[in-house]
């Protein structure tokens, strides 16, 4: 505890010359050096992954600029707009309109880019999300493009230089500390000491900001799941009131409303149009967050005070979302691989009576002698892998894709009975499946980092 310090300060300075803290001070230097590459690091990758958002920012903000300067220009000249002019003109033409929805980047739908409140253009993260989770949408590959870079750079470049940057001035104040105490346990006056301990004291204090940081993410959590609870007893409220006339438009729709009212299931009736339930949904929770933001969570904390888009679900499904494109990813690069390069990987994978570095060098050389292999194994390492473990993650799915291009897994001659022979002999670890296991890998090192934001 740091009031500790001051009682072993007086009895150090009293003992005179105990040469206890000598060893502390190259301890802290190492540690100030290592801090320090790390901070290096993080800098050069999000420099780079900055600078590779900013050309993709411009290329879609030209791309939405010269799509609604065209339009303007039709209209304008008085010749036939690209754009449907309305829901007539939709229906007579519907090639022209589907042409549109995918090919104009002004259309609401498309439109990915939007300003802050300095009028500067950023992208609209909630709407990548929601066309990253629509396989069937235009821009979904282009959506689930800038998620991954952004991720990467917020994850792994923003926060871990933040991290790296204060490991550097935690080790920096513990290497003044024990500058103070050695010089202390050294003969130095009472008020040296002291001012040692007092530097470390302070230290532990500062060591304290993760709880802290844990917390606040219990917060969001708990928020998340309050508001969730309040749109579920709306809806419920909703139901048993038979209250869906507003979100219904057509009047034989309302009919069958009131026909499927009679008899509830419990649930919302299917007669209602999906984009009428999403706006129902979408209502009450608005009507939560209004709600919360009154309410307090942990000590005395006002909901209005808390992001809950923050929260672990949400954070879990951008996650999702980026390991999902990066195995995509990763599984196109291997189909333009050719056999000789991925069974020379597989056999020295799985290669018995290696130590594990003598593994991890001669997997490093085959990753090296092909481009391909080293750029898998570059944007797993910047995902936050080690590089054996990157290695690890690899050669799983090399395995994953040769199973399926073979139709069998030549590395695993149990076959369909590997998880009955794992039960009867207690050997959980044949049971693995490697994707499965990868996926696990991808997902922690997406994580892994000093606290959440």
Known sequence: MPGAYALEAVG???????????????????????????????????????????????????????????????????????????SEESARYPQLDAHFRETDASMV?????????RGNWKYDKPKLLKIARNERHPYSMRARDVLTLMHIYHERGTRQRKGAMYQTFMSGLGAGASVLMIAGTHGAALPVVAAGYAVAAGREFLAMGKPFAQERQKMRDAKAEE????????????????????????????????????????????TIPLEAKSGIVAAAFENAERKTAERSFGKWIPGRLINHRKSTPAQDEERGIVVKHVLDAIRNEL????FVALDGLQDVAHAPNFSLSGRVRRLTAQVKADPRLESIHTILTEMGMRPGEALGVMTQLVDVHLAKLRGFDRTNPLGNETQGIADLINQPQLKREPLETAEASM???????????
């Open 12 to 86: 150090n300075a009293n003992a005179g010359a105990t040469y206890t803290y000598d060893g502390l001070l190259p301890h802290d230097i190492l540690n100030v050096a290592a801090a320090g590459l790390a901070v290096t690091s993080a800098s050069t990758l999000r420099a780079r992954y900055r600078t590779r958002l900013d050309e993709m920012l411009r290329s879609d903000v030209d791309a939405l600029k010269r799509s609604s300067a065209q339009q303007q220009q039709l209209r304008r000249s008085g010749k036939p707009s690209v754009r449907p002019l309305n």
């Open 443 to 453: 997902r922690d090192a997406l994580v892994r980092g000093w606290i959440s934001e």
């Open 227 to 270: 508001m969730t609870r309040m749109v579920k007893h709306d809806l419920k409220t909703r139901l048993a009131n038979h209250d869906f006339q507003p979100f219904v438009w057509d009047e034989a729709r309302r009919a069958a409303v009131n026909a499927n009212a009679q008899a509830p299931s419990g649930v919302l009736p299917e």
């Open 335 to 338: 189909e333009h691989m050719s």
């Open 109 to 117: 739908d498309n439109l990915i880019v939007t300003r802050d409140s």
